[in-house]
């Protein structure tokens, strides 16, 4: 977007819209009334999207959401059963060629800026659902054109943060949400939420996987192993990188006050949805209490 175009729409909208002045006017969105967008242009160009209400309890079963913990190197996929579904977050697309992974989540523009090769690839595939943001789009539109994103496409959008609707703080999510009965609330920080239908947005915990945990239990699984949520050790490379490499994480400073409650509300939702959530990762600072810990090669033995 062009400066001059930027300060017009700074100066034509309130401070809570600012969160759309990289998207106006190029980007043209419709909802319907449960609040999902149902149809998106870019520069006036349909682009194709799947609709997350044709995704409702569409699977069954089980699921791998795949992280980036360094854990993820110890173990062997190659023992994951072939009915099991494959999600991956960020850079586990580094797996693919083992996992072929089928669910894709990348909700940080900044690894989209960053990581070219993993989003051309994703890009690419034509198996894949890609689960990204409006911006999201627009940067992979922006980066490889249209005709070279033949991935599906659906739209997560943060609920507090949703295209051409006011921003809402955290101090005020409790009273904008808490009359929604798919929304439920943290005991222990009512400014944490979940969201059972993804199609009115999900809500933020500083980690792409609680965005991907909200959308697979909208999905239908009933079973969600993870693999790589070490939650620790941030000064050490994720499992695709090296030290030389090594992007910053900035996940250590939230995990205590954000991640940690959110991870404990969405065990407690999933649980009343009859979803089971396992992790893989031993080596994991998320209490067994959250989520049950178990070996990955005695689970797929």
Same mark, same amino acid.
């Given at each position: 977007?062009?400066?001059?175009?930027?300060?017009?729409?700074?100066?034509?909208?309130?401070?809570?819209?600012?969160?759309?002045?990289?998207?106006?006017?190029?980007?043209?969105?419709?909802?319907?009334?449960?609040?999902?967008?149902?149809?998106?242009?870019?520069?006036?160009?349909?682009?194709?999207?799947?609709?997350?209400?044709?995704?409702?309890?569409?699977?069954?079963?089980?699921?791998?959401?795949?992280?980036?913990?360094?854990?993820?190197?110890?173990?062997?996929?190659?023992?994951?059963?072939?009915?099991?579904?494959?999600?991956?977050?960020?850079?586990?697309?580094?797996?693919?060629?083992?996992?072929?992974?089928? %669910?894709?989540?990348? !909700?940080?523009? =900044?690894? &989209?800026?960053?990581?070219?090769?993993?989003?051309?690839? #994703?890009?690419?595939? +034509?198996?894949?659902?890609?689960?990204?943001?409006?911006?999201?789009?627009?940067?992979?539109?922006?980066?490889?054109?249209?005709?070279?994103?033949?991935?599906?496409?659906?739209?997560?959008?943060?609920?507090?943060?949703?295209?051409?609707?006011?921003?809402?703080?955290?101090?005020?999510?409790?009273?904008?949400?808490?009359?929604?009965?798919?929304?439920?609330?943290?005991?222990?920080?009512?400014?944490?939420?979940?969201?059972?239908?993804?199609?009115?947005?999900?809500?933020?915990?500083?980690?792409?996987?609680?965005?991907?945990l909200q959308a697979l239990g909208y999905l239908g699984?009933?079973?969600?192993?993870?693999?790589?949520?070490?939650?620790?050790?941030?000064?050490?490379?994720?499992?695709?990188?090296?030290?030389?490499?090594?992007?910053?994480?900035? %996940?250590?400073?939230? !995990?205590?006050? =954000?991640? &940690?409650?959110?991870?404990?509300?969405?065990?407690?939702? #999933?649980?009343?949805? +009859?979803?089971?959530?396992?992790?893989?990762?031993?080596?994991?600072?998320?209490?067994?209490?959250?989520?049950?810990?178990?070996?990955?090669?005695n689970v797929f033995s």
């Amino acid at each position: 977007m062009g400066t001059l175009t930027k300060q017009f729409y700074r100066y034509s909208h309130k401070r809570n819209m600012r969160h759309n002045e990289n998207l106006w006017p190029f980007v043209k969105i419709q909802r319907n009334s449960e609040g999902e967008i149902t149809t998106f242009t870019y520069k006036k160009e349909p682009i194709n999207i799947v609709r997350l209400s044709s995704l409702a309890q569409k699977y069954t079963g089980e699921v791998l959401l795949t992280a980036t913990g360094p854990s993820v190197n110890t173990l062997d996929f190659s023992r994951l059963p072939e009915h099991i579904n494959r999600a991956g977050v960020n850079g586990a697309w580094h797996l693919n060629g083992i996992l072929r992974f089928n %669910l894709y989540f990348v !909700v940080d523009m =900044t690894f &989209i800026d960053h990581h070219t090769s993993v989003m051309e690839g #994703l890009c690419k595939n +034509s198996s894949i659902i890609l689960f990204t943001t409006v911006m999201g789009i627009v940067k992979l539109i922006e980066q490889f054109g249209i005709s070279n994103i033949v991935c599906q496409i659906a739209i997560l959008e943060d609920i507090c943060y949703q295209t051409y609707q006011p921003s809402v703080k955290k101090e005020n999510i409790y009273k904008i949400f808490h009359n929604n009965i798919d929304i439920a609330f943290s005991t222990e920080k009512n400014h944490i939420a979940y969201a059972k239908d993804i199609r009115q947005g999900v809500f933020d915990a500083g980690t792409v996987v609680y965005w991907a945990l909200q959308a697979l239990g909208y999905l239908g699984f009933k079973k969600i192993y993870i693999a790589g949520l070490d939650m620790n050790n941030f000064n050490d490379p994720r499992f695709y990188e090296d030290n030389i490499n090594k992007r910053p994480s900035f %996940l250590q400073n939230k !995990v205590k006050d =954000t991640v &940690i409650p959110a991870l404990q509300l969405a065990s407690t939702v #999933l649980a009343e949805m +009859s979803v089971s959530v396992i992790n893989l990762s031993s080596q994991s600072a998320v209490p067994e209490s959250i989520f049950p810990k178990q070996d990955f090669n005695n689970v797929f033995s």
